[in-house]
């Protein structure tokens, strides 16, 4: 950063992170929302909420399997 340069604030709650990172995972975010989200979404909560989506995601495929296995 440059002298009189601030960081960015990041004011984005955790729900409107796992939203964002729940439209990520079907890959159809708009260009407008991608760079309000680079704008104010809290790396620290993007990173939780993509361990938390890969954990659902990974726990459904399991549940699927499971129930087409046991048929």
């Given amino acids: 950063m440059t002298d009189g340069q601030k960081p960015t604030q ?8 796992m939203k964002a990172v729940f ?16 704008a104010h979404l809290n790396p620290v909560h993007v ?4 361990i938390a989506g890969a954990l659902i995601l990974i726990a ?12």
Wanted: hydrophobic letters at 50%.
């Fill in 10 to 17: 990041r004011k984005a709650s955790f729900g409107a992170t």
């Fill in 23 to 38: 439209w990520s995972f079907f890959g159809v975010r708009k260009r407008r929302d991608y760079e309000n989200d680079a």
């Fill in 47 to 50: 990173i939780i909420a993509g």
């Fill in 60 to 71: 459904l495929l399991v549940v699927i399997v499971r129930i087409v296995v046991a048929q």
